[in-house]
Nanobody, 121 residues
């Protein structure tokens, strides 16, 4: 069993900052990529940021320069530091991991339960 548990969501003022964290646990051999996605009401889920096991990052244009994604491979954790938050950032944020549970298995995608981020103006 694999679990991804997010924390750090909440209400923040526009222009403020917030850190979201995600910890992966369970039967894990290795994690390829970890990242964050978000979904606003009535919209499709979209990529926020990803980071590979080697530290290569990828950001959505809408958050580039404001958000920073990081990970700790030893702890199977990933977090994103969100700065200069805007009301448009309001969404449910989901942690994602592309990982394998065994040396000989293929990569599979796992999702957290989501955490609400609300940015007030």
């Amino acid at each position: 069993q694999v679990q991804l548990v997010e924390s750090g969501g909440g209400l923040v003022q526009a222009g403020g900052s917030l850190r979201l964290s995600c910890a992966a646990s369970g039967s894990i051999f290795s994690i390829n990529t970890m990242g964050w996605y978000r979904q606003a009401p009535g919209k499709q889920r979209e990529l926020v940021a990803t980071i590979s096991s080697g530290g290569i990052t990828n950001y959505a244009d809408s958050v580039k320069g404001r958000f920073t994604i990081s990970r700790d491979n030893a702890k199977n954790t990933v977090w994103v530091d969100m700065n200069s938050l805007e009301p448009e950032d309001t969404a449910v944020y989901y942690c994602n991991a592309l990982l394998r549970t065994q040396r000989w298995s293929s990569d599979a995608s796992y999702w957290g339960q989501g955490t609400q981020v609300t940015v007030s103006s």
